[in-house]
């Protein structure tokens, strides 16, 4: 008889289990007095990484990554983000804008073919304007990733000039023109007055709106 060598299976470390923490971390100070300790507080709940912080936890208590999320994690990595983009490196930035750009396209495709499922004028032009004003936001964007590869000397003329009073513009071949004040409104306007032409092409009985109204004569001129 031949006896048949049988494997132990080894046995694993037991992983310990992940407890995020949900609690504010506030640096105590050994020996301090009161007004010390509560300097410390403040200084603490109002750093930058505290705030944002205290936006994502809400923003995402409900969702999915809610329960993931630990607090003490989450100011220490804001902090190593702000502390790469001081020394100069702006991956970080750059990425979060380039996502940002591409949401905002999805978005924007999403609500435009909202707009094209509505018999309603009214509707049609709510998800238009949305969708185009996604398209707005994804473009700037991209604008913004740009401006950002230019470096510091672009955003330090920026604010000298807005400083002064005058008028922010960038003369640089290699970066696009920044919109100008209301340009994204008359951009939308534009588009979305050509979605109308189509739309009411496409729909005969919705050319008209029930809130249109029959133009007034013109009255007399007083040339005097």
Known sequence: MTRKKTRRA???PAVPAYVPSKVFPVRV????????????VARDLTAPEASATRVIVTAEGKSIAGEWLDVPGMLAE????????????????????????????ALSTRLIERG??????PQFEAFMRLGLRAQAQSRQSIEGIALLKQGPAIF???????????????NNNAAPALPARGADSDFLQSELSSAHALHAHASPS???????????????????
């Open 156 to 170: 330090a003329r920026q604010a000298n000039v807005a400083a002064s009073g005058g008028a922010v513009q960038v």
């Open 29 to 40: 100070i050994d020996g301090a007095t009161k007004a010390e300790q509560a300097q410390q």
């Open 10 to 12: 080894k046995r694993r």
């Open 116 to 121: 094209w499922s509505q018999e309603g004028l």
């Open 78 to 105: 804001l902090r190593r983000v702000a502390s790469e983009v001081n020394g100069g490196d702006l991956s970080h930035p750059e990425a979060m804008l380039m996502n940002q750009a591409q949401w905002l396209q």
């Open 206 to 224: 919705q050319r008209t709106s029930a809130t249109d109204s029959p133009m007034a004569p013109v009255g007399k001129i007083d040339r005097s």
